[in-house]
Nanobody, 114 residues
Framework: QVQLVESWGGLFQPGRFLRLSCAAS????????MAWYRQAPGQQRDFVAR??????LYAPSVKGRCTISRNHAPNTMYLQMNSLKPEDTDIYYC?????????WGQGTQVTVSS
């Protein structure tokens, strides 16, 4: 069982940046796929970014202003998003896939508003 805990959500002004973190309770290995998703109330959970090995993938809506990364010490994944827009307002979740198992964090609220 792996616990994932997202942090550093909050209220941000449009045009500013955020850096979310996702702390894992177990070691992060490069072969594991880790990702960020986001979800508005009553909406489906949408893909934001993924990292597996050294490969990254971004949703078209955030490509060019988003960077996903991870460290092994501590076992943490990050999401930096620049040029924030009001439509980036959502609950952000991290996800890790280990073999046939999928783990989700509890989410962190991000609100972009002036």
């Amino acid at each position: 069982q792996v616990q994932l805990v997202e942090s550093w959500g909050g209220l941000f002004q449009p045009g500013r940046f955020l850096r979310l973190s996702c702390a894992a309770s177990a070691s992060i290995f490069d072969i594991y796929s880790m990702a960020w998703y986001r979800q508005a109330p009553g909406q489906q959970r949408d893909f934001v970014a993924r990292i597996v090995g050294s490969d990254t993938l971004y949703a078209p809506s955030v490509k060019g202003r988003c960077t996903i990364s991870r460290n092994h010490a501590p076992n943490t994944m990050y999401l930096q998003m620049n040029s924030l827009k009001p439509e980036d307002t959502d609950i952000y979740y991290c996800k890790e896939e280990i073999g046939s198992f999928t783990y989700w964090g509890q989410g962190t609220q991000v609100t972009v508003s002036s």
